[in-house]
T-cell receptor, first 117, second 114 residues
């Protein structure tokens, strides 16, 4: 079974530009999560998509947005890049089962390292 | 806002030593997961604990969920250099604004020296 794949692996942008990050979930997984990991430490929740709909978002400004496509792949877009947006962006997928208490484990990709100069 | 505090933030020990990492919150979680992350890779799930007081063992790793489901601990016996990595706890709560969101602690960076 292929794991979660993210592209590109590294992305270098200048302040004010836009960045687009892509994620392909594990086959059969309908939920995609995006997390920001700065300084190699804890993960900050960005967005959750399930069945093509945005279900929840974290405390990030509106210039962080995304979408999920019919094949369940996802894009994260960051507009008007700022220096502090430099981080590792992790995508994770899972399959939410009806009636579950949302304890499904997340399967993470290896991330996109975004550097803003 | 639900927060998870991990301690210690950094841990540097010699091979063969024991260690414990703590994950604490003032909030109740319906479940808690522990992940391990190595450089250049995404986090990988180690265990999920669901029931208050639950203890799970994974070889030399022992995970415990507090009775009130507000805290958890990870104990490693006879640590090995291969245990080196970032250990993350993460809590799930299905209700309110936390719906579907996994809240992560800030992580513990463990270095085991041969």
């Amino acid at each position: 079974e292929a794991g979660v794949t993210q592209s590109p692996t590294h992305l270098i942008k200048t302040r004010g530009q836009q960045a687009t990050l892509r994620c392909s979930p594990i086959s059969g997984h309908t939920s995609v999560y995006w997390y920001q990991q700065a300084l190699g430490l804890g993960l900050q929740f960005l967005l959750w998509y399930d069945e093509g709909e945005e279900r929840n978002r974290g405390n990030f400004p509106p210039r962080f947005s995304g979408r999920q496509f019919p094949n369940y792949s996802s894009e994260l877009n960051v507009n008007a890049l700022e220096l502090e947006d430099s981080a590792l962006y992790l995508c994770a997928s899972t399959r939410i089962r009806e009636g579950s208490s949302y304890n499904s484990p997340l399967h993470f990709g290896n991330g996109t390292r975004l550097t803003v100069t | 806002t639900q927060l998870l505090e991990q301690s210690p933030q950094f841990l540097s020990i010699q091979e063969g030593e024991n260690l414990t990492v703590y994950c604490n919150s003032s909030s109740v979680f319906s479940s808690l997961q522990w992940y391990r992350q190595e450089p250049g890779e995404g986090p990988v799930l180690l265990v999920t604990v669901v029931t208050g007081g639950e203890v799970k063992k994974l070889k030399r790793l022992t995970f415990q969920f507090g009775d009130a489901r507000k805290d958890s601990s990870l104990h490693i016996t006879a640590a090995q250099p291969g245990d080196t990595g970032l250990y993350l706890c993460a809590g799930t709560n299905a209700g309110g604004t936390s719906y579907g969101k996994l809240t992560f602690g800030q992580g513990t960076i463990l270095t085991v020296h041969p």
